[in-house]
């Protein structure tokens, strides 16, 4: 791991840019390092530069937590395969004819997720043999890679995901074999994501301790609050 930039953010926390063979991250660490860490995905490969990402890390950092994100093989600025350029290029001409979504989204998530979550769990390798953090490790983000990493990756401790993405068929049978404390964000009038089948989701979780945190409006709606209480969740199960 090659840090390549650092600076202290007006709040204390440390920000740094690194690389890792081919996958650029940020790593956000607090004051108080050493710390817990947590693992942050935007939802269905948007990039870790995204603002709304930045914001939630940088809040989750102040809690005492440091907070990693990487853009993984098809996400953010990474080249995409032509597989994925094309089901991209499939997906935004059935939105904008009104089709039906679900087998062009299958054919762009799945093998994203397949790519992502191998690197993920690299970097997850060499933030755990730096000195300013310690386990356990937490996951907050993008549903259908939190899924395939809550299952395969026993680091994790606990998860928070976020119901506005698509989820495949695969991590929706996986679902059942996720068995860390979970909290599920659901936003109830999410014009792009069903109701239904989040609800469906969240029902499958194997997890004996679950909650689910529904609240009104559209799919960017999340209210703030949700992370004061998305970090009393990480208090409980990560310090």
Same mark, same amino acid.
């Given at each position: 791991?090659?840090?390549?930039?650092?600076?202290?953010?007006?709040?204390?926390?440390?920000?740094?840019?690194?690389?890792?063979?081919?996958?650029?991250?940020?790593?956000?660490?607090?004051?108080?390092?050493?710390?817990?860490?947590?693992?942050?995905?935007?939802?269905?490969?948007?990039?870790?530069?995204?603002?709304?990402? %930045?914001? &939630? !890390?940088?809040?989750?950092? +102040?809690?005492?937590?440091? $907070?990693?994100?990487?853009?993984?093989?098809?996400?953010? @600025?990474?080249?995409?395969?032509?597989?994925?350029?094309?089901?991209?290029?499939?997906?935004?001409?059935?939105?904008?004819?009104?089709?039906?979504?679900?087998?062009?989204?299958?054919?762009?998530?799945?093998?994203?997720?397949?790519?992502?979550?191998?690197?993920?769990?690299?970097?997850?390798?060499?933030?755990?043999?730096?000195?300013?953090?310690?386990?356990?490790?937490?996951?907050?983000?993008?549903?259908?890679?939190?899924?395939?990493?809550?299952?395969?990756?026993?680091?994790?401790?606990?998860?928070?995901?976020?119901?506005?993405?698509? %989820?495949? &068929? !695969?991590?929706?049978?996986? +679902?059942?074999?996720?068995? $860390?404390?979970?909290?599920?964000?659901?936003?109830?009038? @999410?014009?792009?994501?069903?109701?239904?089948?989040?609800?469906?989701?969240?029902?499958?979780?194997?997890?004996?301790?679950?909650?689910?945190?529904?609240?009104?409006?559209?799919?960017?709606?999340?209210?703030?609050?949700?992370l004061e209480d998305g970090g009393r969740f990480y208090d409980r199960h990560l310090k």
């Open positions: 791991m090659q840090f390549t930039s650092e600076q202290r953010l007006d709040d204390g926390i440390l920000e740094r840019e690194f690389t890792l063979g081919e996958i650029p991250g940020t790593l956000w660490t607090p004051v108080s390092a050493p710390a817990p860490l947590i693992l942050m995905a935007h939802n269905n490969g948007l990039p870790k530069a995204q603002s709304r990402l %930045v914001a &939630r !890390a940088r809040h989750t950092a +102040a809690y005492g937590y440091a $907070v990693a994100s990487i853009d993984a093989a098809g996400c953010g @600025d990474r080249p995409l395969s032509p597989a994925d350029r094309q089901a991209r290029a499939d997906l935004h001409r059935a939105m904008q004819a009104g089709e039906p979504l679900d087998d062009i989204l299958e054919s762009l998530v799945g093998p994203m997720v397949d790519k992502a979550a191998p690197e993920w769990r690299t970097t997850l390798d060499a933030l755990l043999a730096l000195p300013e953090i310690t386990g356990p490790v937490g996951y907050s983000g993008w549903t259908a890679l939190g899924i395939r990493l809550a299952v395969t990756e026993p680091r994790i401790a606990a998860a928070n995901f976020f119901a506005g993405g698509y %989820v495949p &068929r !695969a991590q929706r049978e996986e +679902a059942r074999q996720v068995t $860390v404390p979970l909290l599920l964000l659901l936003q109830w009038d @999410d014009e792009g994501n069903p109701r239904q089948r989040a609800l469906d989701l969240f029902d499958a979780f194997g997890t004996k301790e679950k909650t689910l945190h529904a609240n009104t409006g559209g799919h960017l709606g999340t209210p703030w609050f949700e």
